[in-house]
């Protein structure tokens, strides 16, 4: 199983990113953004593969996924 890595940024209100991003490890883009809701709280979290915005997930429980 080929797994692909993916940096989780935690955004503030103001677009600053709160703390030093997290490294993932998963197959999919799919994984990544189930992993990376569980460190959602009240920020809105970017999931970048490489330089791929893959998912922006905000507190509300909306999302928003991209192509």
Same mark, same amino acid.
């Given at each position: ?9 935690s ?10 991003p ?9 994984a990544? $953004? $189930?992993?990376?809701?569980?460190l959602? $709280? ?26």
């Amino acid at each position: 199983c080929v797994m692909f890595n993916y940096r989780v940024y935690s955004l503030e209100r103001d677009g600053h990113i709160h703390n030093a991003p997290p490294l993932l490890a998963c197959a999919a883009d799919v994984a990544a $953004e $189930e992993q990376s809701r569980r460190l959602l $709280e009240d920020n809105v979290i970017d999931v970048w593969q490489n330089m791929r915005l893959v998912a922006v997930l905000t507190p509300d429980k909306t999302e928003n996924r991209l192509p």
